[in-house]
Each structure stands twice: as C-alpha cells, then as structure tokens.
C-alpha cells in the first residue's frame, strides 16, 4: 500500500486543474493507501516487536512518536507553502511515505534477524529496568 500512497502523491501535483475529478479520486486513493500502513504500523508492529506483556506499551510509545508527527506535519507544511508551493508539500509528503516504506521493510524483516543471532526482542531493549 505504501508504494501505492508514492505513486498517488507522485501524480497528484502533476494532474492539471482542468482534470479535477481525477484529482479528487486521488486524494480519496492517498487517504485510502494512508489507512492501511497507519494500521499495519500501530496495530501489528508492536505486536512483533514487542512481547506479549509488553506489546501494548510498544503500541503506546509508537502511537506517542505518531500523534507528535502528526502535529509537526501541520506546522512544517504551512512552512512550504509560505516559502514555496503545494508542490514542494506533495513532495516532503513524497519523502515521508518512502521512508516509511524502508522503515516498515526493515522492521518486517526484523523478527527474523532476531532469530538468527539470537537477539532479545526490542521492547526488552526499550521497555525494561
């Protein structure tokens, strides 16, 4: 869904006015492709990251960093616009959704790792005394 989300926010600023139905589906795809890796990130990551016992405190500490990023995002678009234009905020929107892809590859992939050289799972590293 991410490499989705890249694709439609790719587009987007490229759709000329004269295509505003276009555009409006577009902005329904973004905010549909967004759902799903917000989910995937709050609900299941910390279930595989952290334990059993502790994976409603993972879920709260990566729900914590969200809702400050969501405010931030606020703040550091109205930034663009005034320096720039909606193109330059489609594209820092752009360069959000490939980092988290690379970063929900790395941690899909993590769980494995730890298997293989026998680490302790990350809440312990996060989350105990």
Request: overall charge positive; aromatic content about 18%; charged content about 15%.
């Amino acid at each position: 869904m991410l490499i989705l989300l890249i694709i439609a926010i790719w587009i987007f600023p490229q759709i000329s006015l004269e295509y505003w139905i276009l555009g409006l589906i577009l902005l329904g795809l973004i905010g549909f492709f967004t759902f799903g890796p917000h989910m995937l990130i709050v609900t299941a990551l910390p279930m595989d990251l952290g334990t059993k016992e502790k994976a409603s405190s993972a879920a709260g500490f990566i729900d914590c960093f969200g809702y400050i990023g969501a405010g931030l995002t606020g703040v550091g678009t109205g930034l663009l616009l005034d320096r720039f234009n909606w193109d330059a905020a489609f594209y820092f929107w752009l360069s959000g959704a490939v980092v988290a892809a690379i970063l929900l590859i790395i941690f899909w992939k993590l769980p494995k790792f730890q298997k293989a050289f026998k680490w302790k799972k990350v809440s312990a590293f996060l989350f105990e005394k």
